[in-house]
T-cell receptor, first 118, second 115 residues
């Protein structure tokens, strides 16, 4: 069990450029979540997948943001036309299916991907 | 919808002293409650959780939290802190139906332990 893996860990980009983050969840975790954390704040929910289906999106996820999980395994989060306000840490998390004997209502976070827009 | 209030943004404390980090929540449905810890430049690690049963829950490293439904609180305590406990602590809540694992976090409390 290697935990939730995120790549890249740090990204500096110029305003207006597109960036993509990748998340590899823990094996057998069919739920995958994206959160955003800005300095001095707690993480905020962005979106959630169950297998390949994107079941919920926060209003924080503007049309410049798109998340995919094409085969129900890894996920990507793309930000188009980045703005300075997008600077934050993007956290990915995963969990077992609700009802799984080991579910325990626990989600496991990766170490995050830091984005700095200059 | 749920919300979480962590009243203290920073808590300085001397090593071996006791500490309490406060967390209050608001929800229209029954909830699950969590404390996560975040060390510098790292992601979040689950410290402890309350799902049901005993209202006092404990972590493996000496922290405990008590669910108080009447006061809608889930304060985190440790009787004797160590330098290595220096970190950001986040209280979180989720509803116990639907997307039960979707978490709403507080703004965090920075615990600074000094000698």
């Amino acid at each position: 069990d290697t935990g939730v893996s995120q790549d890249p860990r740090h990204k500096i980009t110029k305003r207006g450029q597109n960036v993509t983050f990748r998340c590899d969840p823990i094996s057998e975790h069919n739920r995958l979540y994206w959160y955003r954390q800005t300095l001095g704040q707690g993480p905020e929910f962005l979106t959630y997948f169950q297998n390949e289906a994107q079941l919920e999106k926060s209003r924080l996820l503007s049309d410049r943001f798109s998340a995919e999980r094409p085969k129900g395994s890894f996920s990507t989060l793309e930000i188009q036309r980045t703005e300075q306000g997008d600077s934050a840490m993007y956290l990915c998390a995963s969990s077992l299916p609700q009802g799984h004997t080991s579910y325990g209502n626990t989600i496991y976070f990766g170490e995050g991907s830091w984005l700095t827009v200059v | 919808a749920q919300s979480v209030t962590q009243l203290d943004s920073q808590v300085p404390v001397f090593e071996e002293a006791p500490v309490e980090l406060r967390c209050n929540y608001s929800s229209s449905v029954s909830v699950y409650l969590f404390w996560y810890v975040q060390y510098p430049n790292q992601g979040l690690q689950l410290l402890l959780k309350y799902l049901s049963g005993s209202t006092l829950v404990e972590s493996i490293n000496g922290f405990e939290a008590e669910f108080n439904k009447s006061q809608t609180s889930f304060h985190l305590r440790k009787p004797s802190v160590h330098i290595s406990d220096t970190a950001e602590y986040f209280c979180a809540v989720s509803g116990n139906t639907g997307t039960a694992s979707k978490l709403t976090f507080g703004t965090g409390t920075r615990l600074q332990v000094t000698l």
